[in-house]
Structures are given as structure tokens and as C-alpha cells.
């Protein structure tokens, strides 16, 4: 089983920063670098939205257009760490920040995202 817990939400003003991070650990039938790792987030009332996600192989990323130029995503491979940078943060980023294992490298359909987080929750407001 891998175990993803994420860290760094927060209360931030508009225009502020934060940066997440996802620890993975534990095992699995798949090595972690032949996975993609997500970050999605769900906001009060929204469905949940895939946001970030890069291949821990080869470090490919992709971004929901909504964040493109705002957020960074990131992975430490030694610390089986992925990272969110997110700058320029708007009140309509609020929500809560999930990442997610998958086998599959190319989709942001979360029913082929098979180990999740808790969440942390970002707030962005004045």
C-alpha cells in the first residue's frame, strides 16, 4: 500500500503563495517511478478537478489551463516527495488540495488515481 500525505495548506491573501508537498510512502505492485502523481482539489459544491500532475520517471508535467503560469509542480524523487508551488493565488483556488498515485501518466481521470491523500486545505482570501 503507498500512504500520501500531503502538507503546507494554509490561509494566504490573494496574489500570496504557497507550497505544497505530497510525501509518498509504503509500497506497492507498481514502483513509484513508474507512476504519475496528481494534485487535484475540490472547492465547496464543485466536483473535484485534476489540477497538476507530472511522471516521476521522466518529469513530464501538465497543468489544467486555470493554473497554467501560476503553479509549479515539482518532485524530489531521493524523498519520493512531489511539490506544488502555487503563486499569483486567486480566491477561486480555494479548496481542498488532494495528490494521487496512478499508473496511468497521461490523465486526470481520478477513477484511475488509486491512492490518495487526506487533503489539506488552501483558503485564499483578504
Known amino acids: 500500500q503507498l500512504k500520501l500525505v500531503e502538507s503546507g495548506g494554509g490561509l494566504v491573501q490573494p496574489g500570496g503563495s504557497l507550497r505544497l508537498s505530497c510525501a509518498v510512502s509504503?509500497?506497492?505492485?507498481?514502483?513509484?517511478?513508474?507512476?504519475?502523481i496528481a494534485w487535484f482539489r475540490q472547492a465547496p459544491g464543485k466536483e473535484r478537478e485534476g489540477v497538476s500532475r507530472i511522471s516521476m520517471s521522466e518529469g513530464s508535467t501538465n497543468y489544467v489551463d486555470s493554473v497554467k503560469g501560476r503553479f509549479i509542480i515539482s518532485r524530489d524523487s531521493a524523498k519520493n516527495t512531489v511539490y506544488l508551488q502555487m503563486n499569483g493565488l486567486k480566491p477561486e483556488d480555494t479548496a481542498i488540495y488532494y495528490c494521487?498515485?496512478?499508473?496511468?501518466?497521461?490523465?486526470?481521470?481520478?477513477?484511475?488515481?488509486?491512492?490518495w491523500g487526506q487533503g489539506t486545505q488552501v483558503t485564499v482570501s483578504s
Open positions: 494521487a498515485a496512478s499508473a496511468y501518466r497521461s490523465t486526470f481521470d481520478s477513477r484511475l488515481y488509486d491512492y
Open positions: 509504503g509500497t506497492s505492485g507498481l514502483a513509484l517511478n513508474r507512476r504519475a
